[in-house]
């Protein structure tokens, strides 16, 4: 059996290397303690430009990790609807390791007054729907007017009771999933060793070692690892370590159908991910933007990074999240501090009060 | 299709008007007659952006009042510790035998309550399978530990009557724990991403210091005779007073990251924490050399600990349910510029 380490970087033994808390760490498998020839970090690249919103993923892992049922709240074996989007999962937790963010977004189009034709019929035609006569001033009105007119209801809002012809809606479509940080809080802080840094460079618990103290809960700045209440322990995304040990790519990544979720060595994948945002821009979508893929950020680098068309918080993610143990060694320098300030008041107290 | 992510910045809001889901950070006054005196600094009125209003970092599944009790009941063990084998040194008996059964009682109490919130407590022990720096909780583990050894072992020598020369090496054992044991819960909150604790971290362990000070002196001022007492009531009233200064810094100088210590149950629990504490220390220093001062005192300098810890607790649960609290600082902190790392956004 491989010797798995259950240290985290601060805890490299003698061994020189810097970073141990903070910052990009060249190699983290061989800094967990493993012997040079262990295999390549692996992670994952989502695409979030190509995300279709099928879910895909998410059904993958549950049935792959027979991950239980449970509702936007993480309340398990509850079927409930979020009641704000498409996005009935909500969030991740013990039991979704993969959850695709839905967000419906509009915004307001500036249009020269008065029109021909309606505006946006300009627009190349993706959804193969012939536009209503245009030229026509009343077009608008006749297109509301025609319940068959399905574009005509689309730019309907009909909370407003508003044409929506002067509004845009998009919808952004992102498969949220475990970073595998470089710098994870929820490893450094683990006190019983039951998160490791795998052969792969991911992070995995041992379910037979996890007792559910729940530091890791607390700790980890992106709100991924969660405890399964009537279980006592946490669960998180193993990027299957199972699959992986036995040469396959992880569930989620097997099943996207347009290669939005991509498997494979980080190093190979951050220059794809460069690629494709250069391509992006290229093309004139200026809003296009690497999550995470920066060795240099708040974590070292994420193993699983993500190119998004938004701020980071419109998905849900922290738009600066820092590993909490990058202040740890300040935090043991002022319990320091305060400890010993305890002890001084104790003996200024005794020596400053009368003997009886 | 391209159509709507083409334009640069583009101006694109959530489309409904669901859940909160742009809105302004939430610039509230306080309701009424409150006094101006720990009034927060707020912040501009600000807008920000978050999926649907939900939470980014998830709840500390830390049940109340396992863990804050276990703050408390760790910071007046630790604290009686010290006081006992400084007093013991300075032959007051009874000062030092209820110093030392504060301490036993409190590091058994906290074991307890430390084991009973694990989600597993049969597997406490793998709390000791491995020694890590990086996790506050496992030096704490190997804190407490011998700690509640030496002082359960200390009080039990001490009361069977054998060995007085163990008895007081165990007293010196458990002080030297003492200490630690009550500051490392500060770095044990604060080495988290619940925003308000984290913020705070250069302060909480001064504040549980402090307030370990308060309970131990005030546990010990309600047991031991006046005449015995003086120590106890001055480091009581010692430590009432820097947990009230260093509070103050917490509840004052984050921004909207102190908000949660004003707002809802956390910001009453603060403040019943605030006025007892500060009535305890005022009625030690007047009346704590009568018998009837010195329990009264000692009860409001424990009840006021006590009432800390659960206020400190609560606070950053809250400060993790609303998302304003982790996208608006690191929002600032972005824009400051003065980070020494990176964006975690490449454009």
Not at chain 2, 257 to 281: D, N, Y
Request: net charge neutral; with cysteine.
């Amino acid at each position: 059996m491989t010797s798995v380490s259950s240290a985290s970087p601060g805890l490299g033994g003698l061994r020189d290397v810097k970073n141990r808390l903070f910052g990009p760490l060249p190699d983290v498998a061989e800094e967990a303690g493993y012997e040079p020839d262990h295999p390549k970090r692996v992670g994952f690249f989502t695409d979030t430009s190509v995300c279709i919103g099928c879910k895909a993923c998410e059904v993958a892992c549950k049935e792959w990790n027979t991950l239980p049922m449970d509702d936007s709240h993480g309340e398990r074996d509850a079927l409930g609807l979020s009641g704000m989007s498409y996005d009935n999962t909500g969030q991740l937790g013990a039991n979704s390791w993969r959850h695709v963010a839905f967000i419906e977004q509009s915004r307001a189009v500036d249009l020269p007054m008065p029109t021909f034709g309606r505006p946006g019929d300009d627009r190349p035609h993706e959804h193969g729907i012939p536009a209503p006569d245009s030229g026509d001033l009343d077009s608008t009105a006749k297109a509301q007017a025609s319940v068959l007119n399905i574009e005509a209801l689309s730019e309907f809002d009909p909370q407003t009771g508003q044409t929506g012809a002067d509004k845009q809606i998009r919808w952004l479509m992102s498969s949220d999933v475990c970073k595998h940080c470089t710098h994870a809080g929820c490893l450094d802080v683990c006190p019983t060793g039951a998160l490791f840094r795998s052969e792969f460079g991911t992070v995995v618990v041992q379910q037979d070692i996890c007792n559910g103290c729940g530091y890791c809960v607390a700790a980890c700045p992106y709100g991924v690892i969660d405890q399964r209440k009537d279980d006592g322990r946490v669960f998180k995304c193993t990027m299957c370590y199972d699959r992986l040990t036995d040469g396959l790519q992880p569930a989620c990544a097997t099943a996207c159908p347009t290669q939005s979720i991509q498997f494979g060595d980080l190093d190979e994948l951050q220059e794809r991910a460069d690629a494709r945002l250069a391509t992006l821009k290229s093309q004139g979508v200026e809003t296009a933007r690497l999550y995470g893929r920066d060795e240099n950020d708040g974590v070292g680098g994420d193993g699983a990074f993500f190119l998004l068309l938004d701020e980071p918080e419109v998905y849900g993610l922290p738009p600066d999240p820092i590993v909490t143990t990058r202040d740890l060694p300040a935090m043991w320098k002022a319990a320091g501090t305060a400890a010993a300030m305890m002890i001084g008041v104790a003996v200024s107290a005794v020596l400053g009060s009368r003997r009886r | 299709m391209t159509g709507g992510i083409t334009s640069p910045g583009a101006g694109w809001r959530q489309a409904d008007s669901g859940p909160a889901t742009q809105r302004k950070s939430g610039k509230r006054r306080k309701r009424g007659g409150g006094r101006n005196r720990g009034e927060v600094a707020m912040v501009d009125d600000v807008e920000f952006t978050s999926y649907y209003g939900r939470q980014i970092v998830k709840t500390p599944v830390w049940k109340s009042p396992d863990v804050p009790l276990y703050l408390f009941l760790g910071g007046a063990a630790g604290s009686s510790s010290i006081l006992a084998a400084v007093a013991d040194f300075t032959d007051r008996p009874k000062l030092t035998r209820v110093g030392r059964m504060t301490a036993a009682i409190g590091s058994l109490l906290s074991v307890v309550a430390l084991v009973h919130d694990l989600g597993r407590p049969e597997r406490f022990l793998h709390m000791l399978r491995v020694f890590k720096l990086t996790s506050p909780l496992s030096v704490g583990t190997y804190i407490l530990s011998p700690f509640s050894a030496a002082a359960g072992a200390t009080a039990a020598v001490e009361l069977l009557g054998w060995f007085p020369r163990l008895e007081r090496f165990g007293g010196i054992v458990s002080a030297i724990f003492g200490g630690p044991l009550a500051t490392y819960t500060g770095v044990l909150l604060a080495n988290t991403a619940v925003p308000s604790w984290h913020a705070a971290y250069k302060q909480l362990p001064f504040v549980f210091g402090g307030s370990a000070m308060a309970a131990g002196g005030g546990i010990s001022m309600i047991f031991v005779p006046v005449d015995e007492a003086g120590p106890a009531r001055k480091m009581a009233i010692t430590g009432a007073a820097i947990e009230l200064a260093v509070m103050h810094k917490v509840e004052t100088d984050h921004g909207i990251l102190s908000e949660p210590f004003h707002e809802g149950r956390p910001g009453k629990l603060m403040q019943a924490a605030k006025t007892t504490t500060a009535a305890g220390a005022g009625l030690a220093a007047i009346a704590g050399r009568t018998r009837v001062g010195a329990i009264a005192s000692g009860t409001l300098l424990a009840a006021g600990s006590l009432l800390t810890r659960f206020g400190v607790f609560e606070a950053g649960i809250a400060s993790t349910k609303d998302p304003k609290y982790v996208v608006l600082p690191q929002r600032e902190r972005l824009a400051a510029g003065t980070n020494e790392h990176a964006s975690t956004v490449t454009r």
